[in-house]
C-alpha cells in the first residue's frame, strides 16, 4: 500500500510539472510579429487590424497545402510542414480577398486545426473559419465562397497522400452537410470541431486510425510526427500589459503596397516546407486491405482551380487586376550613319601636285 502511494505520488507530480511547463509557456502577439516575419508580410488591415500575407504561390489554401491530418486526443489536428505553421494554422483565423489572397488574422485560443467540417457527395470537406467566428455561437457557419472549401473522397481521408487525390471544389456548395461533432475542453470555453469521428473514418476507409498523443515542445518549430507523437508548439497567448511598449510588427506595409495574388507565382516560393515523411500515416490502410506504398508529400502546391472572381465581400469595391500604364520616355531621334561631311573636305579639297 505504501508503495502504491509513493508512485501515485510520483505519477501526480510528473502530471503537475508537465502542466506547469504548458502552462508556462506564455507568449503575446509580438512573438507572433516578430517570429512570421521572415516568412511573410504584416499589412495594417483597417477591419482586422495587423494581418499577416504568407510568402506563398497563389495557389495556397489554408488547411490544405503542404500538411495532412492527423487524429489526437483532441480530435483530427492540422499538421503542418511549414516551419510557421505552429501559429496560423493552431491560432486565430484566415480571411480571403480577392486581391491579396489569404491573409491571417492572430488570435488567442489555441485549436487543432480553426476549420469547419462536411461532407458532400462522398467527399470530407473542411474550411477556414473566419474571422469573429465563434463556434459556440456560429453553430452551423458556412463559409462565403467556394474557395475557402477543400474536398477530399472519404476513403482517402487522414492518409498523407491525400492531396494527390483531392476532387475539384465545386462552384456550389449549398448541398453540403455540415459536421458539427465538437470537442470543449475542460476547465476552458475553448470549444471546436472535431470533424468526422474515428468509426465512420475507419468504417468508409477500411483501415484503423492511428491515434497520436500531443507532445509540447518548448520553442516554435513545424509540426512533427515522431514515435507515435506530434510535437507541436503551443503556449498560451496573453495580452501585452506593458503600455510603454505597444506591440507591432516591426515592418508594416500597407495594403496599397502589398503584391495582389494574380502576381504571385504559382508554385510555392517558401524554402520553409518540410519534405521529410512521418513515422506511420494517420490512417493505415486507407481505402482497402492491402498495404500502399506511402509516397511522399509534395514539396510544392500543385495547382487547383481557378478561384471565382466574384468578391467576399460584396460591399468591398474590386480592384482592377491591370496596372495603369506607364508614361513612355519620347521617341530618340534616329543615328545617322554617315556623319555630315566637314566644309572643305570631299571634292572641294585641292588635290597635291604630281611631281614631273
Given amino acids: 500500500m505504501k508503495r502504491l502511494l509513493i508512485t501515485l505520488a510520483l505519477f501526480l507530480s510528473v502530471q503537475q510539472f508537465s502542466r506547469a511547463q504548458y502552462v508556462g509557456a506564455s507568449i503575446t502577439f509580438q512573438n507572433f510579429y516578430d517570429e512570421l516575419s521572415p516568412y511573410g508580410s504584416w499589412v495594417q488591415s483597417p477591419q482586422y487590424g495587423y494581418v499577416w500575407a504568407p510568402n506563398v504561390g497563389r495557389n495556397f489554401v489554408p488547411y490544405s497545402s503542404n500538411g495532412y491530418w492527423a487524429n489526437t486526443a483532441y480530435g483530427w489536428t492540422w499538421v503542418s510542414s511549414y516551419r510557421w505553421g ?13 486581391w491579396y489572397g489569404w491573409l491571417w488574422v492572430p488570435g488567442y485560443e489555441w485549436g487543432p486545426g480553426w476549420v469547419t467540417w462536411g461532407s458532400y457527395g462522398g467527399n470530407y470537406g473542411w474550411a477556414p473559419l473566419g474571422p469573429g467566428i465563434n463556434i459556440s455561437i456560429n453553430f452551423g457557419w ?5 474557395v475557402w472549401w477543400t474536398f477530399v473522397p472519404c476513403q482517402y481521408f487522414g492518409s498523407i497522400n491525400w492531396y494527390s487525390r483531392r476532387t475539384p471544389t465545386p462552384r456550389v456548395v449549398n448541398n453540403v452537410t455540415i459536421i458539427n461533432n ?3 475542453r475542460p476547465r476552458n470555453s475553448n470549444t471546436w470541431f472535431t470533424g468526422p469521428t474515428v468509426r465512420e473514418v475507419e468504417r468508409v476507409t477500411g483501415g484503423r486510425v492511428r491515434t497520436y498523443e500531443v507532445n509540447n515542445v518548448s520553442r516554435p518549430n513545424q509540426d512533427r510526427i515522431s514515435n507515435d507523437r506530434l510535437n507541436i508548439y503551443r503556449p498560451s497567448v496573453s495580452q501585452n500589459n506593458n503600455n510603454s511598449r505597444p506591440e507591432r510588427p516591426r515592418n508594416v506595409q500597407t495594403m496599397d503596397n502589398l503584391r495582389p495574388v494574380n502576381r504571385l ?4 516560393p517558401s524554402h520553409s516546407v518540410d519534405n521529410s515523411r512521418p513515422t506511420r500515416p494517420a490512417v493505415e490502410n ?5 498495404r500502399p506504398s506511402t509516397p511522399s508529400r509534395p514539396a510544392v502546391t500543385p495547382s487547383q482551380p481557378v478561384r471565382p472572381s466574384s468578391p467576399v465581400s460584396p460591399s468591398r469595391p474590386t480592384r482592377p487586376t491591370v496596372e495603369p500604364s506607364r508614361s513612355t520616355r519620347p521617341a530618340q531621334p534616329a543615328r545617322q550613319t554617315n556623319p555630315p561631311k566637314r566644309q ?6 585641292p588635290t597635291r601636285p604630281t611631281r614631273g
Fill in 86 to 98: 505552429w501559429a496560423p494554422f493552431h491560432y486565430g483565423r484566415w480571411v480571403y480577398d480577392d
Fill in 142 to 146: 458556412r463559409p462565403p465562397s467556394p
Fill in 182 to 184: 465538437r470537442y470543449s
Fill in 265 to 268: 507565382p504559382a508554385r510555392d
Fill in 286 to 290: 486507407p481505402g482497402n486491405n492491402t
Fill in 344 to 349: 572643305g573636305s570631299g571634292s572641294n579639297r
